[in-house]
């Protein structure tokens, strides 16, 4: 322990002072070669001024350029290679992934996902900011649906799972939910191994997690709807239920685009919940597991492994464009 | 030695042009303040000066030297900004002291040059406090304060004073004029949409509109030799009365007929003004009431008695006359006014040549 | 209170319920004496709780002759603990009344209420291990019992030290890198930077999956294998787009004319950014520091890949989940486990809720 320790010391350090020590010498550098002074000073500082920003950016982009862009190529490579990656195949990991039914238990799955998941959060999330809002407890009350968010997915897999678990009679129901079944004079089950069952059951613990998030974000934007817009529709003798649909909903509808949006992405990466409780099986596969599954399980085949990514990897570009547009009109603007 | 020369200097924002043609001259030690409405590029112009935007074309040069890529920290420029932009994280002392701790001065003359500025501005309270413990007239003072410690050879002033209310602002004005009359070597630009401002302030004027230059000049010239309509109607408050007319003749002599009767002016306007459409212009403080036809007539819709004058407004004209004039409420009236006060406007540009100014 | 007021207010009642109730079930859980935990549902802990456990006979004294036979006493029962019935076998534990008395293949047994029992043997020595089923009344317990096993014997002790060690220079790291270009972002005009910005914002969701082969082989042949030090520069990668677009964001609010003040004033970028930028984006930085820490911390993906599998590497999200699979029925420890797990999360995000609200509205949206 005390050497790892004496690690995190050194590499957060040298880290720290080769970047500090690199934008400060690269600019002192700058100033030596084009000084901004004598006959040529314009000229001087105009070609300092071009480079200048590139040394701000260098040590970022030396880490995104190694850590993302170059992985995600390289990736796209290995999916035109062998298991290994040594010999070049061409089209025939797509091909074999065309006819995989794995992939497409995956993709159902991961359809069924996005249908339900983000819906029901941003609606939950939605309905928790309008009831919370003006609430003298609503402070607590947010604080309690936000929690799950410190929570890691691991945490919450467990969490859950005793909430769906099973004993076999006669001994008593441990598990929430098969207690209360029971209770109501129903038969215990085995939720997690019951297809489609369980992915209901799965999906439920990643709205339980994902709906204070939503909940934070759109009661910001509820608060800000101008509250004259309110008053003028009180004064037009709208009711609550009128004033909600037709007047604060149109208003924050692009907070409700991008509350969408950001838990769709989260979906469609979801890995942890479906590796821990279920490990893909009875019918629980999605996308991420079975990327992880080609990639490091069993007997590893990189080229597969990168194929299924690839098909991630495609689902989120469309998502990533309508992120990439919004900010360049901002950038503009 | 450090006169500011602006040559056909243009500038935009993508493709927006914000300003056009700026020819303008600033002579070392002057005071000029420009004014302009909203948007019309002041506060770009002043950047445009400082070196935080880039010129995008025409030639800047400052103290007899090209400065269109020189850095800002070279230009020797203290700009005090709309908003002050001080340090919100530091207080008064370290705000002032910044540029010349940047500038590598030593701790006791950053001392001394912080307390001048202090005593000069009656600051020495608040040296230790954060600006967000300042009351607004003090805050821009500390934004001067930070700009006459580096004693620049430029001073900017983007709108100081327009975030004050209306005692304070004034106390402020008096408070720059002092600060000019102790700094007379320092050339300083001043940007303002307070006419009063502008009037007491300036060496000289310039009108801005949609990013051209409408005129410069002295600020007497401004009000009493308006070229455009524009400038006429800017300076000068309540703004100057444009009554329609027709021109019958022209040239040595202008004949022109207005709703109310013809009239005949001594001044020379360009022969082929006759037949025009034109706008007589008159100032409010211009106008009494005659026995005669008069320029305008009409009944008094409303009278604002301001104490020591009242503002009488009859179809859409204003006259400003002296005293408590309530009694001509709905009353009609003839209005008249001295002709050596009277302009022409054709298309927006003056016509009619001015009297010598006096 | 109007009737939809008071239909709101149950309304959140009864979402927070429904939020606090797995969580406050699992806490319940791991502070239940292990044994009562299958006994019964958590939420009947703090009531006694009817269980029926088996008991192996072993005499506390030595045997006392009684005529040709020898007596065999002991006690059955723990403090506080009532019997309700009693039996021999698995299939009738329930059998017999206190009191009553039956014939085994050791001797005549009696179980008194109060526990005593007497067996009645031939021989002087007890057969050893008669095994008697009990059906009690047992009062709720609680204990620490279930949290000193996980952080010992089970190693979490370790594990949390280890995510400690991932998550702080993983959180530190991005943030000085970030800060520099987030400042170019922001504050310097140059071609090419609306671009890096929509570059950016592209990163921002790009699956972690896509990277992890390639990162993995250049670790391995740069000879950095699994270890700390892959896992933090990983980290540090992978938090870098939040990070920037963050910190630009909150650097974009500050009001432009500060920093063309403090350029007026001469001072270099350099010097802009650490004394101007830097403290006033102060609050941003707490933001992102936060979230960098919940993921880091609660990220399982890359640690299963960067991380060797042994316990001086494996963090807390990995080593429950491997107890998940090792301990999967005994609920006591799995846990105690999660709790320990995320105890320092929930800390962190009870402490700095404002910090971590604040970011999202600053345009933190993420997930690994
Ligand atoms: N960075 C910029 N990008 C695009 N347009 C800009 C930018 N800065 C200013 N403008 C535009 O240039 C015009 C002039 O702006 P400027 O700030 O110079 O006006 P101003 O005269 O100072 O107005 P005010 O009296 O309100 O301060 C405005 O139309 C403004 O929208
Ligand atoms: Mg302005």
Not at chain 1, 188 to 207: C, E, G, K, S, Y
Not at chain 3, 82 to 92: C, E, H, K, N, P
Not at chain 3, 97 to 122: C, F, H, K, M, Q
Request: hydrophobic share 55%.
């Amino acid at each position: 322990m005390p050497e790892a320790l004496t690690l995190a010391a050194a590499t957060m350090l040298s880290v720290l002072f080769t970047c500090v020590a690199w934008v400060w010498g690269a600019n002192r550098m700058l100033d030596l070669i084009w000084p901004a002074t004598g006959r040529r000073a314009g000229r001087n500082s105009a070609r300092a001024g071009l480079i200048r920003p590139w040394l701000f950016l260098g040590p970022a982009l030396v880490f995104m350029g190694l850590y993302l862009v170059w992985p995600v190529l390289r990736t796209g490579w290995l999916a035109l290679h062998d298991a290994t990656g040594a010999r070049f195949v061409g089209l025939e990991n797509l091909r074999w992934l065309a006819s995989d039914a794995r992939l497409y238990e995956a993709l159902g799955n991961s359809l069924a996902w996005l249908l339900v998941v983000p819906a029901v959060s941003t609606a939950l999330g939605l309905i928790a900011a309008v009831l919370t809002d003006g609430l003298r407890w609503g402070v607590l009350a947010r604080a309690v649906l936000f929690m799950p968010m410190a929570i890691s997915f691991v945490g919450a897999a467990v969490i859950w799972k005793f909430i769906y678990a099973f004993t076999p009679e006669p001994a008593p129901e441990i598990g929430l939910l098969n207690a209360l079944v029971t209770a109501a004079g129903g038969a215990p089950q085995a939720w997690l191994t019951r297809a489609f069952v369980n992915d209901l059951a799965l999906m439920v613990v990643v709205i339980w997690m994902q709906t204070g998030f939503a909940m934070v974000i759109l009661s910001a934007a509820l608060r800000a709807v101008p509250e004259e817009t309110l008053e003028a529709a009180r004064l037009d003798g709208a009711g609550p239920w009128t004033i909600f649909t037709r007047i604060q909903v149109p208003q924050i509808r692009g907070t409700l685009a991008v509350v969408w949006t950001a838990i769709t992405i989260m979906v469609l990466k979801l890995f942890d919940i479906v590796f821990v409780m279920t490990n893909g099986q009875w019918g629980t596969q999605v996308l991420a597991n079975l990327i992880y599954d080609w990639m490091f399980r069993g007997s590893p085949d990189a080229g597969r492994g990168a194929a299924v990514a690839l098909v991630l990897m495609a689902l989120v570009t469309p998502l990533m464009i309508w992120n990439i547009r919004a900010a360049l009109r901002e950038e503009r603007a | 030695m450090t006169s500011i020369i602006l040559e056909n200097i243009a500038k935009s924002f993508g493709g927006t042009r914000v300003l056009d043609g700026i020819d303008l001259a600033v002579a070392s030690g002057e005071l000029l303040v420009i004014v302009g409405p909203s948007g019309c590029g002041k506060t770009t112009l002043l950047r445009l000066i400082a070196g935080l935007e880039p010129i995008t074309s025409g030639r800047l040069m400052i103290g007899g030297q090209v400065m269109n890529d020189i850095p800002h920290a070279r230009r020797g420029i203290a700009m005090v900004f709309q908003n002050y932009a001080l340090y919100p994280h530091m207080n008064v002392r370290e705000n002032m002291a910044f540029a010349l701790r940047v500038a590598g001065v030593g701790r006791d003359r950053i001392e001394t040059a912080v307390t001048r500025a202090a005593r000069l501005l009656d600051l020495e309270d608040c040296l230790d406090r954060f600006p967000r413990a300042l009351s607004g007239g003090q805050r821009q003072r500390v934004a001067i304060g930070r700009a006459i410690v580096r004693e620049p050879a430029v001073f900017l002033f983007d709108e100081p004073l327009s975030n004050l209310d209306a005692g304070l602002r004034g106390a402020m004005r008096l408070e720059i004029a002092r600060l000019k009359a102790r700094l007379s070597d320092r050339t300083m630009i001043h940007v303002t949409h307070d006419q009063l401002e502008a009037m007491t302030l300036a060496d000289r004027i310039v009108v801005l509109a949609g990013g051209r230059i409408a005129q410069v000049g002295r600020p007497l010239d401004l009000y009493e030799r308006p070229e455009t309509e524009f400038v006429a109607r800017f300076i000068g408050s309540p703004a100057m009365n444009l009554i329609p007319a027709t021109v019958i003749a022209a040239g040595a002599v202008t004949r022109l007929r207005l709703a109310t009767a013809e009239i005949s002016l001594a001044r020379p306007t360009p022969p082929d003004l006759a037949g025009a459409e034109v706008n007589l212009g008159v100032r409010p403080e211009h106008l009494f009431p005659s026995g005669g036809p008069g320029l305008v007539a009409g009944r008094v819709d409303v009278v604002e008695a301001l104490g020591e004058v009242s503002l009488i407004h009859l179809g859409g004209i204003t006259a400003k006359l002296a005293g408590t004039r309530q009694d001509l409420g709905g009353q009609t009236l003839r209005l008249s006014a001295d002709p050596a006060h009277l302009h022409l406007f054709h298309r927006g540009r003056s016509v009619m040549s001015h009297l010598p100014l006096g | 209170m109007s009737a939809l007021a008071l239909l709101r207010h149950l309304a959140v009642a009864a979402l927070v319920a429904l939020w606090l109730l797995p969580t406050a079930g699992l806490l319940v859980t791991a502070l239940r004496d292990p044994g009562q935990i299958t006994g019964a549902g958590w939420w009947s802990a703090p009531f006694p709780a009817t269980v029926t456990v088996f008991r192996r006979l072993a005499p506390t004294t030595p045997a006392r002759a009684d005529g040709d036979a020898w007596l065999h006493e002991g006690q059955l029962l723990g403090p506080d603990e009532t019997l309700l019935a009693w039996g021999l076998s698995a299939r009738d534990p329930a059998a017999l009344a206190p009191g009553a008395e039956i014939a085994t293949r050791a001797g005549d047994l009696r179980v008194a209420a109060n526990g005593r029992y007497v067996l009645r043997s031939p021989q002087p020595e007890a057969a050893p291990g008669l095994r008697v089923f009990l059906r009690l009344r047992v009062p709720p317990r609680f204990t620490f019992e279930n949290f000193a096993r996980v952080i010992g014997a089970e190693g979490m002790g370790r594990a949390f030290l280890n995510s400690l060690m991932v998550t702080v220079p993983a959180t530190v790291l991005p943030i000085l890198v970030a800060g520099f270009a987030a400042y170019a972002l922001a504050f310097m005009r140059f071609a090419g930077r609306a671009l890096i910005v929509a570059g950016v914002v592209a990163l921002l969701v790009v699956p972690l999956h896509l990277t992890l082969i390639p990162l993995l082989r250049l670790h391995n042949a740069i000879g950095l294998g699994k270890g700390f030090l892959g896992v933090w520069l990983a980290h540090t990668g992978f938090g870098l787009p939040l990070a920037v677009h963050l910190l630009r964001n909150a650097m974009l609010a500050l009001p432009r004319e500060i920093v063309d003040c403090a350029r007026l004033d001469g001072a270099s970028e350099l010097r802009i950014f650490f004394r101007i930028v830097l403290p006033l984006s102060f609050p941003a930085l707490a933001a992102f520091a936060t979230f960098q820490f919940l993921w880091v911390w609660n990220d399982l993906l890359v640690a299963l890949v960067f991380l060797g599998a042994g316990p001086d590497q494996q963090v807390l999200t990995g080593a429950l989940r491997e107890m998940m699979g090792a301990r999967g029925g005994e609920w006591g420890l799995l846990a105690a486990a999660a709790f320990v797990a995320m105890a320092l999360p929930l800390a962190v995000f009870f402490g700095l809720q404002r910090s971590l609200v604040r970011g999202l509205l600053t345009g933190a949206v993420k997930g690994g």
